[in-house]
């Protein structure tokens, strides 16, 4: 087993997520260690874990509690990302270390991450939403990223240098309590701040390869085809490294993402088998077994229920309204 460390962050109703991402990496680079950080208490169950946990309890973090009261679960999800790198980095053996959301499915091997830490040199690497413009005919547009951020934080690699603990440093510090999900205020989360790495730090690999973290918001840019070996493929000459399933939800396999309303998996029909493998693999791994559970930690908000057809029209009536404030010209 090579000295390289993978991880991802969830609470306990998404680690069936967790548990996919962890076969998907056994399946094709079995020589990396997978650790589950869970921001929650680890539920009893009947079944055994297939994958090591644990829990940000074992981190003894101290502003943790105060962060818990604070924020919203994805939002405590997303300030705990540089706590448990440094945790890594620190009390691990590994000098390299990948995070992945739990909703990225890894599809091939991905040593040339390794390859880019250890002999480029790089101490740090990103990949951005997006590389080229936006169309009007899309769903979202590049102003979608002015509040989101140039970079998906739900991947990252690093090497265990001054400059990449002090980048850590700096992100956990802003994450503490800068860390909140409200664009109005200018608070993307954990991803926003991330435009500033490439400014702040040095030795940092902005990743453009068209393989990597292949999502809803990069698939209009990115050509996807499968090789005669049955191997997808990006832009013809690039294998995928990763797919990124933000926003899916296997009890509706033909949306893209929720965060797409109106985008199906018809409009890329290359990629329903990928859909409906992910499917599969998330129902295995006891999906309606862990969405149920509600978080320890964290603000909970229950999930919305269904809207009638009265909030439907009121909400469709609002945004006809809010378009025309957005695009009215003085």
């Known amino acids: 087993m090579n000295s390289s460390l993978i991880y991802t962050i969830c609470s306990a109703n998404n680690l069936y997520q967790a548990f996919a991402l962890g076969f998907s990496l056994k399946k094709t680079n079995p020589d990396y260690r997978f650790v589950i950080g869970l921001i929650d208490k680890k539920p009893q169950t009947d079944f055994e874990y297939p994958f090591s946990v644990i829990s940000i309890d074992e981190l003894h973090h101290a502003p943790f509690r105060e962060m818990s009261e604070r924020y919203s679960i994805i939002e405590l999800n997303c300030a705990c990302k540089p706590v448990f790198a440094k945790y890594f980095l620190n009390y691990f053996p590994n000098t390299e270390l990948i995070y992945m959301d739990t909703d990225i499915w890894v599809m091939n091997n991905i040593d040339e991450i390794i390859t880019n830490l250890v002999e480029k040199d790089y101490d740090i690497i990103l990949t951005p939403h ?87 918001w990069n698939l209009n840019e990115r050509e996807i085809s499968l090789n005669p070996a049955g191997q997808y493929m990006a832009d013809a000459g690039y294998p995928v490294k990763f797919f990124h399933f933000s926003g899916f939800s296997p009890e509706m396999p033909n949306l893209i993402s929720r965060h797409l309303p109106k985008t199906q998996i018809q409009r890329y029909p290359v990629l329903k088998e990928l859909f409906n493998e992910y499917q599969r693999v998330l129902l295995e791994n006891h999906y309606y077994f862990f969405k149920g559970i509600v978080p320890a930690y964290g603000i909970y908000t229950p999930p919305a229920k269904p809207k009638g057809l009265v909030s439907k029209l009121i909400d469709k009536g609002s945004w006809k309204v809010i378009n025309f404030i957005e695009n009215f010209e003085v």
């Open 130 to 216: 997006i590389t080229r413009p936006i169309g009007d005919q899309e769903e979202w547009s590049e102003k979608n990223f002015l509040n989101a951020g140039l970079y998906n934080a739900g991947f990252f690699a690093l090497k265990k240098t001054e400059n990449t603990i002090k980048m850590l440093d700096w992100w956990e510090n802003r994450l503490f309590d800068r860390g909140y999900l409200d664009y109005c205020k200018g608070m993307g989360a954990d991803q926003l701040w991330l435009n500033f790495v490439p400014l702040f730090f040095e030795k940092v690999l902005v990743e453009y390869n068209p393989g990597y973290n292949l999502a809803y």
